[in-house]
């Protein structure tokens, strides 16, 4: 270097020195740096693997009856939060559920509302045996809209035919719906059905026939109590009394084939007492 040059050679060799172990201290501060930003970039999560910390980690598919969707969808919710199973649901008429899972749907756990549709399945081996249990049952009531004048319906045929007029009432299909079924087993014991057959709007599940008179359609209709717990626009105006049908049963089983681990422990978590709460909360009752 110029400046050196005026420099005695024992001042050129500590400056030569000094300028070479401040290159080396340069170099290690370089080489740190450069590590800590790899190490950084090693240890921080990436953007798909935070996605997937907040998401479940497993599913589980279930088939279940129109009138559990309100209680089983606040169920999947709690269950999902402890377990990180999610559950994806499939509403509809036990008997097109059922079908469905005979025809080969991808189902993992079905819940009937009737006994008749879960035995048609454990006859083709379609659940597993040691699962199915009677987990809830309900109360079959008569409903009207909200705004109806009529407040309280007395079971016999005058009275049902001066409150539906020249109309009909809403109900599900007896033919397939557990809830007809239950709905015509009331009216033959009350000796209504007679009366009361070509009266009748069938509709393909108890929820179709909630909403016929939610919506004004029919000025009466046969629904299950819990059914008419979670419709707003709905009151109930009469209540049958249980012997007039059939206990209303919901059975639930796992799927043979199915996600077996998953699902035995969903089972397990709706006949523990957090599932129980809110199924007493939303009208069920529980079989003996």
Same mark, same amino acid.
């Given at each position: 270097?110029?400046?050196?040059?005026?420099?005695?050679?024992?001042?050129?060799?500590? /400056?030569?020195?000094?300028?070479?172990?401040?290159?080396?201290?340069? #170099?290690?501060?370089?080489?740190? #740096?450069? @590590?800590?930003?790899?190490?950084? %970039?090693?240890?921080?999560?990436?953007?798909? $693997?935070?996605?997937?910390?907040?998401?479940?980690?497993?599913?589980?598919?279930?088939?279940?009856? @129109?009138? /559990?969707?309100?209680?089983?969808?606040?169920?999947?919710?709690?269950?999902?939060?402890?377990? +990180? &199973?999610?559950?994806?649901?499939?509403?509809?008429?036990?008997?097109?559920?059922?079908?469905?899972?005979?025809?080969?749907?991808? #189902?993992?756990?079905?819940?009937?509302?009737?006994?008749? !549709?879960? *035995?048609?399945?454990?006859?083709?081996?379609?659940?597993? =045996?040691?699962?199915?249990?009677?987990?809830?049952?309900?109360?079959?009531?008569?409903? @009207?809209?909200?705004?109806?004048?009529?407040?309280?319906?007395?079971?016999?045929?005058?009275? &049902?035919?001066?409150?539906?007029?020249?109309?009909?009432?809403?109900? +599900?299909?007896?033919?397939?719906?557990?809830? +007809?079924?239950?709905?015509?087993?009331?009216?033959?014991?009350?000796?209504? !059905?007679?009366?009361?057959?070509?009266?009748? $709007?069938?509709?393909?599940?108890?929820?179709?026939?909630?909403?016929?008179? $939610?919506?004004?359609?029919?000025?009466?209709?046969?629904?299950?109590?819990? *059914?008419?717990?979670?419709?707003?626009?709905?009151?109930?105006?009469?209540?049958?009394?249980? *012997?007039?049908? =059939?206990?209303?049963?919901?059975?639930?089983?796992?799927?043979?084939? +199915?996600?077996?681990? @998953?699902?035995?422990? %969903?089972?397990?978590?709706?006949?523990?007492?957090?599932?129980?709460?809110?199924?007493?909360?939303?009208?069920?009752?529980? =079989?003996?």
């Amino acid at each position: 270097m110029l400046f050196e040059a005026g420099l005695g050679s024992a001042a050129q060799t500590v /400056l030569r020195r000094i300028f070479a172990r401040n290159a080396i201290l340069a #170099a290690v501060l370089a080489i740190n #740096a450069i @590590a800590a930003l790899v190490m950084a %970039f090693a240890t921080a999560p990436s953007a798909s $693997a935070q996605a997937s910390a907040n998401t479940p980690q497993a599913s589980i598919t279930v088939f279940a009856a @129109a009138s /559990l969707q309100d209680a089983l969808t606040t169920a999947a919710k709690d269950f999902t939060a402890t377990s +990180g &199973i999610a559950i994806k649901f499939s509403f509809d008429a036990s008997s097109t559920l059922a079908r469905q899972i005979a025809a080969g749907a991808p #189902a993992d756990v079905f819940a009937s509302a009737d006994l008749d !549709w879960m *035995d048609y399945l454990e006859k083709l081996n379609l659940i597993v =045996p040691q699962s199915r249990v009677n987990l809830l049952g309900n109360r079959l009531v008569v409903i @009207a809209p909200k705004e109806a004048q009529l407040t309280a319906l007395a079971l016999d045929a005058p009275s &049902i035919e001066a409150a539906l007029g020249g109309d009909r009432m809403a109900m +599900g299909s007896v033919e397939t719906v557990p809830a +007809g079924r239950y709905a015509k087993a009331a009216l033959e014991k009350l000796g209504l !059905w007679a009366s009361l057959q070509n009266r009748i $709007a069938p509709a393909e599940n108890v929820r179709a026939a909630l909403a016929y008179v $939610a919506r004004g359609e029919t000025p009466l209709g046969i629904v299950y109590a819990t *059914d008419a717990v979670a419709e707003p626009k709905v009151k109930i105006v009469g209540t049958f009394p249980p *012997d007039s049908h =059939p206990p209303i049963v919901y059975p639930f089983a796992a799927v043979t084939g +199915g996600k077996a681990d @998953a699902s035995a422990r %969903f089972l397990a978590f709706l006949q523990g007492e957090t599932a129980r709460r809110s199924f007493s909360a939303q009208g069920f009752s529980f =079989p003996n």
